[in-house]
């Protein structure tokens, strides 16, 4: 602090106020999980109206809405799917959801007038622009550095990219996902054996080996910044399954030889109604005995956690603040939504002060990060108003460059940290 900085007291609070706001809008974020591509992976990034309109979340809340058969959506080309969202969701109800009131949100901050619901006009205005272009503009106009991508090896329209030995382009930076290796082992051993690695259904020794290789070697090939997997609720640890000796005797060693944190997504039920596809997976609280079990078991592990329940919220806080190598971030999926968010970003501080990642977009369409920094950005300021005022209420004095380092922490600055 330099002596003539301005402190903030309780004699300043709209001055307080209005320097949280600025420094939350003006602070770059690190997007910590996405499902965004860079430009080289071609078809793989979704970027535009209709990728926006028939983005999945929006997919479940149309067959609320409609009365259409699911296979008629199905056989739709993604242009008529487009059509019968907006119909369904922005023309003949008001797009009250989250999800709806993003494309609104999209809409706005590109230039384009969404109460004209003109969606000819926007998809010309899409038209016109190229991949490259509308990357540059929409991490600008969301104000965020980098992304991090979700990266799967077992993807076959990803995997020739990586082959291929793209350039790298900074601003996506690449997460190792490795879902069939730990939720159906049975499932993917044959494609670890055709890919040259030596391995067998059985874990003997040998296979976990080669596993360990199989990992090792995508970490490196993608400079990956950590793995990462989603679990269901029921998700256990330890235990004797394929997936419990795999995390155990694969994916942590090759994690702690890589320096890189292991992600788990924790509470996602896949598929509980297949007939919505992409969109047809729910949510069920779980245990926390097994994220203490492994944090305690493997200190020289790190490991970053997010949970799908609401009610699993509070006593992951808890386990957070028992382990130094556990990093909570993100509000997940059915927790973006505002009320939840604001619920979990004030619990988060409250327990565990600024030494969390308040929020990811898992953004699957390009520009879905402009609306989901936007509105998580307004509820982070929100939050944080609140908690300085609470703080200078109490006798504390502030400055602005505190509060800047407070909020890049949270913006990034963690994550940067954690995986180092
Ligand atoms: O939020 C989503 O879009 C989900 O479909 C999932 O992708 C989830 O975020 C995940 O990473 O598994
Ligand atoms: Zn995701």
């Given at each position: 602090?330099?002596a003539n900085?301005?402190?903030f007291d309780?004699d300043n609070a709209?001055?307080l106020?209005?320097?949280?706001?600025?420094i939350?809008?003006?602070t770059?974020?690190l997007?910590?999980?996405?499902?965004l591509?860079a430009?080289?992976?071609?078809?793989?990034l979704l970027?535009?109206?209709?990728?926006?309109?028939?983005?999945?979340?929006?997919v479940a809340?149309?067959?609320?809405a409609?009365?259409m058969p699911?296979d008629?959506?199905w056989?739709?080309?993604k242009?008529?799917q487009a059509?019968?969202?907006?119909?369904?969701?922005?023309?003949?109800?008001?797009p009250?959801s989250e999800?709806c009131?993003?494309?609104?949100?999209v809409?706005?901050?590109?230039?384009?007038d969404?109460?004209?619901?003109d969606?000819?006009g926007?998809?010309?205005?899409?038209?016109a622009?190229?991949?490259e272009a509308?990357?540059?503009?929409?991490?600008?106009?969301?104000?965020?550095?980098a992304?991090?991508?979700t990266?799967d090896?077992?993807?076959?329209?990803e995997?020739p990219?990586?082959?291929?030995?793209?350039?790298?382009?900074?601003?996506f930076?690449?997460?190792l996902?490795?879902d069939p290796l730990l939720?159906?082992?049975a499932?993917?051993?044959?494609r670890l054996?055709?890919?040259g690695?030596?391995?067998e259904a059985?874990?003997n020794?040998?296979?976990?080996?080669?596993?360990?290789?199989?990992?090792?070697?995508w970490?490196?090939?993608?400079?990956a910044?950590y793995?990462?997997?989603s679990?269901p609720p029921d998700?256990?640890?330890?235990e004797?399954s394929?997936r419990?000796?795999?995390?155990?005797?694969?994916?942590?060693p090759?994690?702690?030889?890589?320096?890189?944190?292991?992600?788990?997504?924790?509470?996602v039920t896949?598929?509980v109604?297949?007939a919505l596809r992409?969109?047809?997976d729910?949510v069920?609280?779980?245990s926390?005995?097994p994220?203490?079990?492994?944090c305690?078991?493997?200190?020289?592990?790190?490991?970053m956690v997010?949970?799908?329940?609401r009610?699993n919220?509070h006593?992951l806080?808890?386990a957070?603040?028992?382990?130094r190598?556990?990093?909570?971030?993100?509000?997940?999926?059915f927790?973006?939504?505002?009320?939840?968010i604001?619920?979990?970003t004030?619990m988060?501080?409250?327990l565990l002060g600024p030494?969390?990642v308040?929020?990811?977009?898992?953004?699957?369409v390009?520009?879905?990060?402009?609306?989901k920094?936007?509105?998580?950005r307004?509820i982070?300021t929100?939050?944080?108003?609140h908690k300085?005022?609470?703080?200078?209420?109490?006798?504390w004095?502030?400055s602005?460059a505190?509060i800047?380092?407070d909020?890049k922490?949270?913006?990034?600055g963690n994550?940067?940290k954690?995986?180092?």
């Open positions: 602090m330099t900085e301005t402190l309780r709209v001055g106020r209005n320097t949280v706001q600025r939350v809008q003006e770059p974020v997007d910590m999980h996405t499902h591509y430009p080289a992976f071609g078809e793989l970027w535009g109206i209709d990728e926006l309109l028939t983005y999945h979340y929006l809340e149309f067959f609320l409609s009365d699911y008629a959506f056989a739709l080309d242009k008529a059509d019968a969202i907006w119909k369904t969701l922005f023309v003949d109800h008001s009250i999800a009131r993003g494309v609104i949100t809409l706005d901050r590109l230039g384009l969404p109460g004209a619901r969606l000819e926007y998809r010309a205005w899409f038209a622009q190229t991949p509308q990357v540059d503009r929409t991490f600008k106009t969301a104000n965020i550095s992304a991090v991508m990266n090896p077992f993807d076959t329209l995997r990219v990586w082959e291929a030995a793209l350039k790298g382009d900074p601003r930076l690449a997460a996902r490795i939720n159906d082992w499932g993917s051993w044959e054996k055709g890919w690695y030596d391995v059985a874990l020794d040998k296979t976990l080996a080669e596993v360990q290789r199989f990992l090792s070697d970490l490196t090939k993608m400079d910044r793995m990462a997997v679990l998700f256990a640890f330890p004797d394929p419990a000796k795999i995390l155990a005797e694969a994916v942590l090759a994690a702690r030889a890589h320096g890189v944190p292991f992600a788990m997504m924790i509470g896949r598929q109604n297949p992409l969109a047809g729910g069920g609280t779980s926390l005995a994220v203490e079990h492994l305690a078991a493997f200190p020289e592990n790190k490991f997010t949970m799908l329940a009610e919220q006593a806080c808890v957070a603040r028992k382990f190598n556990l990093l909570l971030f993100g509000c997940w999926w927790l973006n939504n505002p009320s939840l604001e619920e979990m004030r988060r501080l409250e030494s969390v308040p929020q990811h977009s898992d953004a699957r390009l520009e879905q990060v402009i609306y920094w936007a509105h998580s307004e982070i929100r939050v944080l108003r300085y005022a609470d703080l200078v209420e109490a006798g004095r502030i602005e505190e800047q380092r909020v922490q949270l913006l990034g994550f940067e954690f995986v180092g």
